[in-house]
C-alpha cells in the first residue's frame, strides 16, 4: 500500500499470517487501496466480503479508487481551510489592533459593493455600529457632505482600474 499498490484477492489464497487475521474476521475476499494526500501514503480504504468468495471488479476497484481520492482531497481541504481561518484570525486581531482604520471593500462587475471586513477600530472612529451590509452605507454618512461625490468617484476610479483606492477629504 505505500509503494501504491492494491490488495486484492480471496482470503485463502493469501499468506498463512495474512489469511489467519482475515480468517479470524470471517472475511472471504478482500479489495484495499492506499489513500495518499500530497503523493505520500497516509491510510487505507477497503471493501471486504464475509459471506463469498469473490473476485472484485474493475468498476467496484475504480469506486473505491475514487473514494480514496475524495478522501486524500477532502483531507487536504480542511487543512488548508483550518490554516487559513488562523491566518484571517490573526489577521483580524491585528487589524482590530492597530490605531486606524481597515476595512475590505468589494465591487463585483454587476455593481453589487459592500465590505468584507471593517476593523474594530474603524467602528469606534468612525461610530458605525452596523452590521457588514448595512456598514458601507454608514460610512458613506460619514464623509462631509461636500466630499461625498469625489468620495463615490473615488471608488468607482479604483474598482474600473483595478488600482488602490486613495480618497483624502473631510469625515465627520
Request: aromatic share 10%; proline share 3%.
Amino acid at each position: 500500500l505505500e509503494a501504491g499498490g492494491v490488495i486484492k484477492g480471496l482470503a485463502r489464497e493469501f499468506p498463512e499470517a495474512e489469511r489467519a487475521i482475515l480468517e479470524s474476521q470471517a472475511i472471504r475476499a478482500i479489495l484495499v487501496l492506499p489513500i495518499r494526500i500530497e503523493d505520500r501514503f497516509w491510510g487505507f480504504i477497503g471493501f471486504d466480503d464475509c459471506r463469498n468468495e469473490r473476485i472484485w471488479s474493475v468498476i467496484e476497484e475504480n469506486i473505491l479508487r475514487t473514494a480514496a481520492a475524495a478522501l486524500g482531497h477532502t483531507y487536504v481541504r480542511r487543512r488548508a481551510e483550518t490554516a487559513l481561518q488562523a491566518s484571517e484570525k490573526k489577521l483580524r486581531d491585528i487589524a482590530n489592533n492597530i490605531p486606524g482604520v481597515v476595512y475590505q471593500f468589494y465591487a463585483r462587475p454587476n455593481g453589487d459593493q459592500g465590505l468584507y471586513y471593517f476593523s474594530e477600530r474603524a467602528h469606534e472612529l468612525l461610530g458605525i455600529n452596523a452590521a457588514l451590509d448595512e456598514a458601507l452605507m454608514n460610512f458613506i454618512t460619514q464623509v462631509a457632505p461636500e466630499d461625498q461625490e469625489s468620495f463615490i468617484e473615488s471608488i468607482q476610479q479604483a474598482v474600473a482600474t483595478t488600482s488602490p483606492w486613495d480618497f483624502e477629504g473631510r469625515f465627520i
